[in-house]
């Protein structure tokens, strides 16, 4: 414990010092982020014992800015990284750093950067902490506007590897315009005209042979994917759509086949004041694209695009514990969403109005026609065809959803939410032969504001389900101080299981307090083995049993 | 225009054609056939009363792992009791074999095994000691949901695997060329039963005997013995198409394969094995000393 104490304050005191400074009309500024957990063995719960009792991840951005110029960094230590988490983030180090200078219509940045092109169909390289997932690119990134409404970007470099960075050469470039900029006869046009074009390329040495069906594979050092996308805005209705294509990539995740790849996405949205409308669909056929053609389909690390999944994140506990992966080698998704609010005063809205929300999401395999073996020109070489329009027999996800937030008075309010569910967990969490999880679930969260500053929360939710480890009850009340302090205990109830051994309660209690930019948070209990999923990118979280402290700052 | 507008132009405009390298068929060659260097070899007749199943056992080790010694005694210890049904080898990978400050500054990490141990644990790296065998989901402990096994189950796995008669054998002579440090692998894969599936062939090469530093339970002893560490997969790392999958065919395979200067050929092994090349589950498994 005085360890835990002395790391607390070496890594809070000295970052927490430095503030927003003055230097010669430069600033400095950044942010900070440590997440430590004591790991204690509970057999019951599969949390194994960790021979470091502790874990830690933590950053620190600093940024320096001064005028047309920035530079920054991230320092990243994994002191064992936390359960969960690659092994290879391991070690110490400054993976990410760069300057930039921008103006008006030029921008170069040279080192580590994020990028994206359209929708991320073919590119976008982005850091998310909570998945352990960064795939900066190191390198040059220039942007322009020549004219008006015209945006071009390029960029050049090596996708990072955890802490090092892969030998891959990544290079693209995107071009985008808005007819309205462009056009003078379209500057005060009510439809809006969004215009785009990328290309991005890979080459990567071919290295040792790959053999399949006693053939030596020509593998092509240099694979490309180009894309095309619109927008269209008229008043309150917005259109938008991408298309993706991506020449032969034999992988390690499509089984090295030479079959092109294509990637489409819609999306038709209405909105006005207390009324929302949303339809959108997607097709993924062998779009798998990562700097490393052997690299593990099942690692999230060198993706080189981005393909999102169609479902609503969902927050609570219970409707977030089948949460959807995005298939990159199939799939075929449609969500559509209608958010209404009843006004006040109405008969359905009451006193303070209601707010409804349906969303319905669905994703289905691609159909596969395979192709005969031809022993002459390897024509099977090319894995299979798959109609653009055809959809496959079999369901990865369903998600019917329903939640209602209400005001009751000034002091109550609540949100309910209902959730019908199917789940394929043989192919979303890769349980050969698991069966599909059909589950209803149900959700109340109740706040109650006793005065200006104290108010209490209550959550119950229920999971009932036939399959996996059965039914689950959740409940928690929070307290809170405003603008200072939260107390909440929670428990998660396996009450359902069909081993009566195995139904496990997950209780948690925490204690968070901030304070303006400063957030530190300490909690104690256990948790469930599952999925973290962030926009169909998943990490495998662990069950835990132990102390989990955060300390976050901004300065 | 200001000058370097142009100059960003042309450099983005130069990234927009880029190479792209599209495959016609057929998509590549066929492999060579039987190295004229390698002179044919007679298998044996097969015993019926020998050929039983060969469980292969792939531990996952570091040198910074302090329970992995522990491990290793075990291993030694189900070599014995078991013989020629066990075949090990011990893959260096993940954080604990990663080279830090001396003595433990040398890396027994090899690419190939570095693909294995990142297919097979997935997004999940369970603490060591641990061991994928037969490559065959966990189904003696609920707990370890993946394809590894934890080493208080490794017995319990191999006596289950065991119990089964084999599906096909394998039989390996190699014949070393100390001239060229290089060695001609000749393998026959015999079918008992029809297998559903394609059927890949992979060999290893794995080296005894290499002294270097481990921690031993927190101590660091700088003479430690490695045994069976593997150094390559001697063909495409998840096998070849061995062409066979029905009762009573069989198949012979020959592969001349250069060593690295680095290894010791009195001290290595050679394990082969045959697996169902989409879910990689080895099927039967072999394991000869290059020099007999």
């Known amino acids: 414990m005085k360890n835990l104490y002395k790391l607390l304050l070496a890594v809070v005191i000295l970052p927490a010092n430095l503030i927003a400074q003055n230097v010669q009309q430069g600033q400095v500024h950044g942010n900070f982020q440590t997440d430590i957990q004591y790991y204690q063995e509970d057999e019951d719960i599969g949390a194994t014992e960790v021979p470091a009792k502790l874990g830690m991840n933590s950053f620190a951005n600093i940024i320096y800015t001064n005028g047309n110029f920035e530079a920054g960094m991230r320092f990243e230590t994994y002191q064992n990284a936390l359960k969960g988490y690659d092994g290879r983030l391991d070690g110490t180090g400054l993976p990410h750093k760069y300057a930039k200078y921008t103006d008006d219509d030029f921008s170069v940045t040279v080192g580590d950067f994020y990028e994206q092109f359209g929708n991320g169909l073919i590119f976008r390289s982005y850091e998310d902490w909570s998945l352990g997932f960064d795939n900066a690119v190191r390198g040059i990134r220039v942007k322009t506007k020549p004219f008006d409404g015209v945006t071009i970007k390029g960029i050049y470099g090596n996708q990072r590897y955890f802490m090092e960075f892969n030998e891959s050469i990544v290079r693209g470039a995107d071009g985008e315009i808005s007819l309205n900029e462009l056009l003078p006869s379209m500057e005060e046009a009510k439809t809006k005209i969004m215009f785009g074009g990328s290309v991005i390329s890979r080459f990567q040495e071919l290295g040792e042979n790959i053999i399949k069906d006693s053939i030596i594979l020509d593998i092509p050092e240099n694979v490309s994917a180009f894309s095309g996308r619109m927008n269209i805005i008229h008043g309150k209705i917005n259109v938008l759509g991408e298309y993706a294509y991506k020449i032969n990539d034999p992988n390690l995740s499509n089984n090295y086949i030479f079959k092109d790849g294509q990637a489409a996405f819609v999306s038709a949205g209405y909105s006005q004041k207390g009324l929302g409308f949303s339809v959108s669909a997607k097709r993924i056929d062998n779009f798998d694209f990562r700097s490393d053609r052997n690299a593990s389909p099942i690692v999230n690390a060198l993706n080189l695009n981005y393909l999102p999944a169609l479902t609503k994140m969902h927050h609570y506990t219970l409707t977030a514990m089948y949460p959807y992966a995005t298939q990159p080698n199939g799939e075929m998704a449609l969500q559509a969403e209608l958010i209404y609010k009843f006004d006040k005063k109405t008969a359905l809205g009451g006193k303070y109005g209601t707010t409804v929300n349906v969303n319905y999401s669905r994703a289905n395999t691609i159909k596969h026609e395979g192709i005969a073996v031809d022993s002459v020109n390897n024509a099977h070489f090319e894995g299979y065809n798959s109609d653009f329009f055809a959809i496959g027999d079999t369901l990865l996800y369903e998600d019917i959803n329903i939640q209602i937030k209400k005001k009751f008075s000034k002091k109550l309010k609540g949100v309910f939410t209902y959730m019908n569910l199917a789940y394929n967990q043989d192919i979303i969490e890769g349980h050969p032969g698991a069966p599909m999880v059909y589950a209803n679930i149900g959700a109340v969260d109740m706040t109650y504001k006793i005065n200006t500053k104290n108010a209490i929360r209550g959550e119950a939710q229920y999971l009932s389900t036939k399959s996996d480890e059965g039914d689950w009850a959740y409940g928690l009340i929070e307290y809170s101080v405003a603008p200072k302090w939260f107390f909440s205990v929670m428990d998660q109830y396996n009450i359902g299981n069909e081993d009566k051994d195995r139904r496990f309660h997950y209780y948690t209690g925490s204690v968070v307090f901030v304070k303006n930019a400063h957030r530190v948070a300490l909690s104690y209990g256990k948790q469930r083995r599952g999925l973290l999923c962030v926009g169909g990118v998943c990490r495998e979280v662990p069950a835990s049993n132990g102390i989990t402290l955060t300390v976050s700052s901004r300065f | ?292």
């Open chain 2, 1 to 292: 225009m200001k000058k370097y507008r142009l100059i960003a132009i042309f450099f983005v405009g130069l990234l927009a054609i880029t190479a792209c390298d599209k495959v016609e068929a057929p998509y590549g060659e066929k492999i060579p056939p039987i190295p004229a260097e390698c002179e044919q070899v007679t298998f044996s007749e097969l015993n019926m009363d020998s050929v039983k199943k060969v469980v292969l056992l792939e531990e996952v080790t570091g040198i910074k792992c302090p329970n992995c010694p522990i491990a290793h005694e075990r291993l030694h210890e189900l070599e014995e009791l078991y013989g020629y049904q066990l075949a090990v080898t011990g893959i260096h990978a993940s954080a604990n074999a990663a080279p830090s400050n001396p003595p433990l500054d040398y890396d027994l990490r090899t690419d190939d095994g570095n693909e294995i141990s990142d297919y097979l644990f997935g997004q999940t790296i369970p603490f060591a000691p641990t061991a994928f065998i037969q490559r065959q989901y966990n189904d003696i402990n609920i707990l370890d949901d993946g394809y590894f096994y934890n080493l208080n189950d490794w017995q319990t796995k191999i006596d289950q695997l065991l119990q089964q008669s084999p599906e096909a054998f394998l039989q390996m002579i190699n014949v070393y060329d100390s001239v060229e440090n290089s060695f001609c692998c000749h393998v026959k894969t015999t079918m008992f039963e029809d297998y559903n599936g394609d059927i890949n062939l992979s060999i290893y090469l794995v080296e005894d005997s290499i002294i270097g530093a481990q921690d031993v339970e927190g101590d660091i002893v700088e003479d430690y013995v490695h045994m069976r560490v593997f150094r390559k997969s001697l063909l495409n790392v998840w096998g070849v198409p061995i062409g066979i999958n029905l009762d009573e065919e069989s198949a012979e395979s020959v592969y001349k394969f250069d060593l690295e200067d680095a290894w010791i050929p009195k001290n290595c092994s050679v394990v082969a094995f045959i697996s169902d090349s989409e879910t990689r589950e080895v099927i039967q498994a072999t394991s000869e000393h290059l020099i007999k």
